[in-house]
């Protein structure tokens, strides 16, 4: 029997964050992933912030990326799949789809459908994030992919809570402190509704995984705090396209 081939799937890191690219595939190393895919990343070039924190980081990065793709620094049509690992409402989700005909998504788009699908109606998902200004672009983001009005409110999205980082802080500051802001924001989240899952709302957050378990088990006990699903949004992401390509091959 011939073996399959392999689906070639592009991580697309748009800050210019070496160390930050590097965290994503330690992470994904960890994860059970099916031996036909083959996983690449790319870090925006230097002109890129190193820390998306804002619109204008959003703006600044997708340019940047661009540029690289102008330049042929990188070929699209070389993968089967495209992931933008940037936990925002990333336009570069939007202008990649239009360069190729491959799946395209986000980290964010991604933890939010992993989320829904581990969840039932009772119970509730939400996001620990990094600065205030993620709370209402996420908010937002939320509303605007399911369909919903700004402001809406959902009984299943128990909201974005910021611990006062930036993305760069995961790789500069102390693990003392990364460790206490973390777990305020995610205690904040819990105490807020019956959260079922957590999504961590930045890629620079992968690996920090058992800071937000330990909150969980100091506010629900140990339990119910281990039964919390913790989602970390390049993983997911990579598990989404994974499935995408998986079913454009099934129902073609």
Same mark, same amino acid.
């Given at each position: 029997?011939?073996?399959?081939?392999?689906?070639?799937?592009?991580?697309?890191?748009?800050?210019?964050?070496?160390?930050?690219?590097?965290?994503?595939?330690?992470?994904?190393?960890?994860?059970?992933?099916?031996?036909?895919?083959?996983?690449?990343?790319?870090?925006?070039?230097?002109?890129?912030?190193?820390?998306?924190?804002?619109?204008?980081?959003?703006?600044?990065?997708?340019?940047?990326?661009?540029?690289?793709?102008?330049?042929?620094?990188?070929?699209?049509?070389?993968?089967?799949?495209?992931?933008?690992?940037?936990?925002?409402?990333?336009?570069?989700?939007?202008?990649?789809?239009?360069?190729?005909?491959?799946?395209?998504?986000?980290?964010?788009?991604?933890?939010?459908?992993?989320?829904?699908?581990?969840?039932?109606?009772?119970?509730?998902?939400?996001?620990?994030?990094?600065?205030?200004?993620?709370?209402?672009?996420?908010? %937002? =983001? +939320?509303? !605007?992919?399911?369909? &919903?009005?700004?402001?809406?409110?959902?009984? *299943?999205?128990?909201?974005?809570?910021?611990?006062?980082?930036?993305?760069?802080?995961?790789?500069?500051?102390?693990?003392?402190?990364?460790?206490?802001?973390?777990?305020?924001?995610?205690?904040?989240?819990?105490?807020?509704?019956?959260?079922?899952?957590?999504?961590?709302?930045?890629?620079?957050?992968?690996?920090?995984?058992?800071?937000?378990?330990?909150?969980?088990?100091?506010?629900?006990?140990?339990?119910?705090?281990?039964?919390?699903?913790?989602? %970390? =949004? +390049?993983? !997911?992401?990579?598990? &989404?396209?994974?499935?995408?390509?998986?079913? *454009?091959?099934?129902?073609?």
């Amino acid at each position: 029997m011939a073996t399959p081939p392999k689906f070639k799937i592009l991580i697309v890191n748009p800050n210019s964050s070496k160390a930050m690219t590097e965290g994503m595939i330690s992470a994904i190393s960890n994860t059970t992933l099916s031996e036909n895919l083959e996983i690449s990343a790319y870090t925006a070039p230097s002109i890129a912030p190193a820390s998306i924190d804002d619109d204008a980081g959003i703006r600044d990065s997708t340019q940047a990326v661009l540029i690289d793709i102008m330049a042929g620094k990188f070929h699209l049509t070389s993968y089967d799949s495209i992931l933008v690992a940037c936990f925002s409402v990333h336009i570069l989700v939007e202008k990649l789809s239009a360069l190729t005909r491959a799946p395209v998504t986000g980290i964010f788009e991604a933890s939010i459908l992993t989320s829904l699908s581990l969840t039932t109606s009772a119970e509730s998902w939400g996001i620990v994030t990094t600065g205030a200004f993620w709370e209402r672009h996420l908010g %937002d =983001g +939320v509303n !605007a992919f399911l369909g &919903q009005t700004v402001g809406q409110t959902n009984a *299943r999205f128990a909201g974005t809570f910021s611990s006062g980082l930036t993305a760069g802080d995961f790789h500069t500051v102390s693990p003392e402190q990364v460790q206490a802001k973390l777990k305020d924001a995610t205690v904040r989240l819990l105490q807020a509704s019956k959260v079922r899952c957590v999504v961590m709302g930045c890629g620079g957050m992968a690996g920090l995984e058992s800071i937000i378990r330990g909150a969980a088990v100091e506010v629900y006990g140990k339990q119910r705090g281990e039964s919390v699903y913790i989602v %970390d =949004g +390049v993983r !997911a992401g990579v598990l &989404q396209l994974h499935q995408t390509m998986l079913s *454009r091959r099934e129902f073609a």
